[in-house]
Each structure stands twice: as C-alpha cells, then as structure tokens.
C-alpha cells in the first residue's frame, strides 16, 4: 500500500505537465520554457478540414486523410501537442496515413477550437482554456462521425498523449489501440477500466513532469487492472519526437515512431 500511495504521489505531482493549469508556479514557468518555439515546416497538405456536429449544439473539426476509393472502417484519431492542431501534427497525419499503406482514415482532432499557439503565452492559455466536457464532446462527435462499427486507434504528443489515452478510455469496445508519446496518464483505475484497447507508452528519461516514475506507475496500474501495457523509456527530453523543436533527438524519434507504427499496424491492418 505504501508503495502504491508513493506511486499516486509522483503522479499527482506531475499534473501541472500538458493539462490544464489557471496559476504559473515556478513549476510551470519551467515547463513552459521547455516546449521550444516550433521552428517553420515546409508542408503541402494531402488532407483536408472537416467539420462534424457535437452534442452540445457546436461543430467539432478535424484535419482528415480518407482513400478516394473505398470505405473503411478503421480510424486513427491524432491528438495534438499544447500548441494546437498545427503544421507539424497535420504532416505527421500525413506520414502515418502513407505508412498505413491508405488503409487507414487518419483524423487529427481539434481540442482547441480552431486555436494555434506559435508563442509559450498562447500555448498554455490554450490549454488551460480547454474544458473537459467540451474536448469529450468533440470525441464523441468525432467517434459518431466514424461510425458504430469503425475500428478506432489513437495518437497524441504530450497533451494530445494524455488526451489519447481518454480518448481510447471513450472509445470502449470499439478501441483498437492506443499511443501515448509523454502525455499525462490517469491516475485511478476506475478511470482505465473501460479502455479495452492496448497501450503503448513512449516517455522520456529525461522529462522533468511527465517523469519515468510516472510511466512506470502509470504501467503497474494497467496491469494490475489487467490492461495490456508496452511502455518504452529513451534516453531524451520532453517533446524529443517533435522536429519542429529544439528538444527534437532523431536517433529517438526514428525508434519510437517505428515502434509506434508497428504497434498501429498490427491493430489496425
């Protein structure tokens, strides 16, 4: 039980990291500081924006990549980082429908509304401005859009990998699997037990928030609630897989995406 109770405390310790945060401690200034400035991405969209109902009367949108050919009922939902549904997550988007062969019909969601972040400032009030009931609504709008019978995976980079794993947690039985890169995982295992996907955690030994401790919490806690889990832990920053950033380590990135993607298409094709 003690050990338990430490585990809960490193992990509560660490929320302030990609979630929602209405004062600056010193804490978060750090944090802050520690998501580079995205620099500029040559990027030629393949995609499209699309707009779908919500059940609060709203639209949700979404950056979508779907065959021109046939149907298919496999979807990956791309959460993206605290700066917005961006450049950079709308080529990844891209790079991961190409690498699923077009098999597969990728929606980058929108938590923020049609908000981008290209300052730290923005970034944070953007996040902080993100209400839970309406990100759920636009997951829900989002689910609804792929259909009841669609098969659906998920993907996201540090707030976007926290809001992964809730989006898998909604998507119950219809999950296919799930991708955190350094997001916040949840805490309770009331909150996992619907999540009938796999997991994979990609985290950062060198992250100061979202910490080894927190991955590996975050592990004994969807196995003791009989969750498959693969954690992996690279020696890297924070936001290490984004090559918008300074953070960005190549060697890294290369293996974590390939163990990402062969993770997806093992669900997924």
Same mark, same amino acid.
């Given at each position: 039980?003690?050990?338990?109770?430490?585990?809960?405390?490193?992990?509560?310790?660490?929320?302030?990291?990609?979630?929602?945060?209405?004062?600056?401690?010193?804490?978060?200034?750090?944090?802050?500081?520690?998501?580079?400035?995205?620099?500029?991405?040559?990027?030629?969209?393949?995609?499209?924006?699309?707009?779908?109902?919500?059940?609060?009367?709203?639209?949700?949108?979404?950056?979508?990549?779907?065959?021109?050919?046939?149907?298919?009922?496999?979807?990956?939902?791309?959460?993206?980082?605290?700066?917005?549904?961006?450049?950079?997550?709308?080529?990844?988007?891209?790079?991961?429908?190409?690498?699923?062969?077009?098999?597969?019909?990728?929606?980058?969601?929108?938590?923020?509304?049609?908000?981008?972040?290209?300052?730290?400032?923005?970034?944070?009030?953007? %996040? $902080? !401005?993100?209400?839970?009931?309406?990100?759920?609504?636009?997951?829900?709008?989002?689910?609804? @859009? =792929?259909?009841?019978? #669609?098969?659906?995976?998920?993907?996201?980079?540090?707030?976007?990998?926290?809001?992964?794993?809730?989006?898998?947690? %909604? $998507? !119950?039985?219809?999950?296919?699997?799930?991708?955190?890169?350094?997001?916040?995982?949840?805490? @309770? =295992?009331?909150?996992? #037990?619907?999540?009938?996907?796999?997991?994979?955690?990609?985290?950062?030994?060198?992250?100061?928030?979202?910490?080894?401790?927190?991955?590996?919490?975050?592990?004994?806690?969807?196995?003791?609630?009989?969750?498959?889990?693969?954690?992996?832990?690279?020696? #890297?920053?924070?936001?290490?897989?984004?090559?918008?950033?300074?953070?960005?380590?190549?060697?890294?990135?290369?293996?974590?995406?390939?163990?990402?993607?062969?993770?997806?298409?093992?669900?997924?094709?």
């Amino acid at each position: 039980m003690k050990k338990i109770g430490t585990l809960i405390l490193l992990m509560s310790l660490s929320l302030v990291a990609c979630q929602n945060t209405e004062t600056e401690s010193d804490s978060d200034q750090a944090f802050k500081e520690a998501h580079d400035i995205p620099k500029e991405i040559e990027f030629n969209a393949e995609g499209e924006m699309i707009t779908f109902a919500t059940a609060d009367e709203q639209e949700g949108a979404a950056y979508k990549l779907q065959s021109k050919e046939t149907e298919v009922d496999k979807y990956l939902f791309v959460i993206h980082e605290w700066w917005g549904l961006n450049d950079f997550v709308k080529r990844e988007s891209d790079r991961l429908y190409e690498s699923l062969n077009g098999e597969v019909t990728v929606m980058a969601l929108d938590l923020y509304d049609g908000n981008v972040a290209t300052t730290r400032d923005d970034a944070k009030k953007f %996040m $902080a !401005g993100v209400s839970e009931e309406r990100a759920k609504m636009i997951i829900q709008g989002a689910i609804a @859009e =792929a259909g009841e019978f #669609a098969e659906i995976a998920t993907i996201g980079w540090c707030f976007g990998g926290g809001w992964s794993l809730k989006t898998s947690i %909604m $998507a !119950g039985e219809q999950g296919a699997g799930c991708v955190i890169y350094y997001g916040m995982p949840v805490t @309770e =295992a009331k909150d996992l #037990a619907p999540i009938q996907s796999d997991i994979l955690g990609i985290f950062a030994e060198n992250d100061q928030w979202i910490t080894p401790e927190v991955a590996n919490a975050f592990e004994d806690l969807a196995k003791a609630t009989g969750k498959n889990i693969e954690n992996h832990i690279f020696k #890297a920053n924070h936001a290490f897989a984004n090559p918008s950033g300074e953070s960005y380590n190549n060697e890294a990135a290369t293996e974590a995406n390939k163990i990402a993607l062969d993770f997806l298409k093992a669900r997924l094709l």
